[in-house]
């Protein structure tokens, strides 16, 4: 009888490949990188920039442990050129705190990935949630400040996400010119001044409840190329929602005008083509800058909702290990809402899908 090995679900892209790995209180966490054009010149502190937004303790409203996250090249690079061999990246924990889980050893947290975890493997990670663990997501950011490098300086393309809701509070404004400074300017990551403070205020008060917040994430990708996507599988806004699903606490995602679409008409919802000086381009943006799985030239606009953080300070019914009836409350340091540190991250999973396809589609042109 053969045995069939499955791996763990640890690489993601194609003609770009990242692999990360490491524990949250594991020695190190990190990612290699395979697939990246050779010859150019990498801006390590504009990656260490984007690990900084990502960190913990960065603000009261975040979770407190204490992480610098620096990161060490341990190959690919020399002289800070791009060699087009495998980048791997690795960062160090410093600040795990293993004791804090020892209540939870043998018991379940609702809605966390213990169960799951331990029901697959026959065993899981008890502290800190293993690869479950946001902690998870450095190896993420670190690739895709990589990959957005090589786009901003290939094609001119800019990634900018932004928290736009937290729980029943919305951002309004005109976010089409929105910049990662106008983002940063609040720790709570919205460009909206007003209901940044409604919003950093309600995480504070949950927190403080011992409770957890969810909330949306908006992105756009800006200057991307007509032509990049694959059909039929392979759909760009199919990897795109591949990618985003795949961050920890990500529960929906839609491309352009999303779930508004089923209100409207066909009349309403196309988006009428023209000619600007000298391009395609069209007069709305309801397809999101994709159609028929590809993009057309427009703004790529994605949307991402993140659930509320899994462990809470409250009493909850769970069952332990033995299948017993039991009671749990969380322990240890965790974020109220992840959306001000998932910001960076949903940057960095649409850079590395769109750099794939960037390289698949120069691949394409070549062999034509």
């Known amino acids: 009888m053969a045995i069939i090995r499955a791996r763990m679900g640890s690489s993601f892209g194609k003609c770009l490949t990242v692999t990360t790995w490491g524990e949250s209180h594991g020695p190190t966490v990190g990612v290699v990188i395979d697939g990246l054009p ?9 990656v260490q920039a984007q690990l900084a937004r990502r960190r913990p303790g960065q603000s009261s409203i975040v979770t407190q442990r204490q992480e610098a996250d620096e990161l060490e090249v341990l190959s690919g690079l020399e002289d800070g050129v ?17 004791r804090d889980y020892e209540a939870l050893r043998e018991k379940y947290r609702p809605s966390h990935a213990d169960f799951t975890y331990e029901e697959k493997y026959g065993v899981r990670s008890s502290s800190g949630g293993g690869r479950a663990s946001a902690r998870e997501t450095i190896g993420r950011v670190a690739a895709g400040a ?5 786009l901003a300086n290939r094609f001119g393309v800019e990634v900018v996400a932004w928290v736009e809701q937290v729980h029943d509070l919305t951002a309004s404004g005109d976010f089409n010119a929105v ?5 940063d300017q609040s720790p709570v990551r919205c460009p909206d001044r007003d209901a940044a403070q409604k919003m950093i205020e309600t995480i504070e008060t949950i927190r403080k409840e011992g ?11 800006r200057n991307v190329p007509a032509g990049w996507g694959e059909p039929v599988f392979d759909k ?3 990897d795109l929602a591949k990618a985003l699903l795949s961050l920890p606490a990500c529960k929906g995602f839609e491309s352009g005008s999303g ?6 008409r066909g009349s309403q919802h196309n988006d009428p083509f023209r000619m600007k000086d000298g391009a395609v381009v069209t007069t709305q943006n309801n397809s999101g800058g994709i159609q028929g799985g590809i993009s057309n030239g427009m703004p790529i606009t994605v949307r991402a909702a993140f659930k509320p953080t899994a462990t809470i300070m409250q009493e909850q019914l769970t069952v332990n290990v033995r299948r017993e009836n039991d009671t749990i409350t969380g322990r240890g340091r965790h974020d109220a809402c992840v959306l001000p540190r998932a910001v960076p991250m949903v940057e960095a999973m649409i850079a590395l899908v769109l750099a794939d396809h960037a390289l698949r589609q120069q691949a394409r042109l070549t062999l034509s």
């Open 38 to 46: 050779a010859g150019w010149k990498l801006d390590l502190d504009a």
């Open 259 to 264: 779930f508004r679409s089923v209100g409207l």
């Open 82 to 98: 791009v060699l087009g061999t495998p980048l791997a990246v690795l960062v160090r924990n410093t600040d795990q705190r293993s």
């Open 179 to 183: 910049t990662r400074s106008d983002v």
């Open 146 to 150: 990589i990959a957005e490098q090589w």
């Open 211 to 221: 409770d957890s917040v969810g909330g949306i994430i908006a992105a756009v990708a």
């Open 236 to 238: 760009l806004e199919a």
